[in-house]
């Protein structure tokens, strides 16, 4: 595929276009804790901002085609507000593009940081990707949950379909579960269970992240517990065993809205 040329500009808060003369902007570079900002775990449609800052700044993503931008992405945060953790998800994007990016944040003092342009560069699209077994477009469906946050049906915000959806800009949270948290998913169909990929989600406050899980297929055989290490991206556990049915369980969480971001399930399919 033919790559073109997009532009992507990070803003910690919309507004900012419509600051007053009087408004200060700093460098980014004066309120970075370690590392600069740094795209991570780009794919052919989605990547992830990582970016530590030393005081508490509010922060979203501003992006498109051209320096106009036309689309925005935020943290995904339940809190809200300023936080200095931040981790927003640029979604929509096309692949094999190169894209320009921009962060820029609002301290709560008024002052304004923004940084220079900088690029990253999204993958052709693979047309050897592996069957997700466990995801609805290929016809898994959650049979069980242990909760949604406020109450809502599978298929509605933070609902357990958000593990499954294959989109990194939606997540399954529990309803402060904590290592009581669990889903159930019906796999699209029966499988020899080689790999899963989990990603959980976690809060800036360091709340509703899974460290460890099991799963345990319809055939009663209990798999790990397998160690979550890494809340910002997604990690791949090798596994051999037959399937139709894998029950998720947190071992040992953070506490609070435990949930996920993506789980997957890959192997071979098997005769019923």
């Not at 500009?9 to 600069?36: N, Y």
């Not at 530590?52 to 979203?60: K, N, R, V």
């Not at 220079?116 to 477009?137: C, G, K, V």
């Not at 989990?198 to 460290?211: H, L, Q, Y």
Request: net charge negative; charged share 20%.
């Amino acid at each position: 595929m033919k790559g073109h040329l997009m532009v992507v500009s990070l803003f910690l808060l919309p507004a900012l276009t419509a600051c007053s003369p009087s408004t200060q902007v700093r460098p980014i570079s004066e309120v970075t804790a370690g590392q600069p900002p740094e795209i991570t775990n780009i794919g052919p449609q989605d990547a992830t901002l990582l970016f530590e800052s030393s005081i508490p700044l509010a922060c979203s993503v501003v992006y498109g085609e051209t320096t106009d931008y036309g689309m925005i992405a935020t943290d995904t945060d339940m809190a809200g507000g300023a936080h200095s953790n931040h981790s927003p998800l640029l979604s929509g994007l096309e692949p094999d593009t190169t894209y320009h990016f921009r962060v820029q944040g609002a301290a709560a003092d008024g002052t304004l940081y923004r940084s220079e342009d900088m690029t990253f560069r999204t993958p052709p699209r693979s047309e050897s990707a592996e069957i997700n077994y466990a995801s609805l477009e290929q016809g898994a469906a959650i049979v069980d949950v242990s909760s949604n946050f406020g109450g809502a049906a599978n298929d509605e915000n933070w609902g357990a379909n958000g593990a499954i959806d294959g989109n990194r800009g939606s997540a399954w949270s529990s309803d402060g579960d904590g290592d009581e948290a669990f889903i159930e998913i019906e796999l699209a169909q029966p499988i020899q269970l080689q790999a899963v990929e989990v990603w959980s989600r976690s809060m800036a406050d360091g709340t509703a992240r899974v460290r460890s899980f099991t799963l345990t297929t319809d055939r009663g055989e209990m798999l790990g517990p397998f160690e979550l290490d890494d809340p910002e991206n997604s990690q791949r556990f090798e596994v051999d065993a037959p399937a139709e049915r894998l029950r998720f369980e947190v071992a040992e969480s953070s506490g609070g809205n435990v949930g996920l971001v993506e789980f997957a399930a890959y192997g071979e399919p098997l005769e019923r």
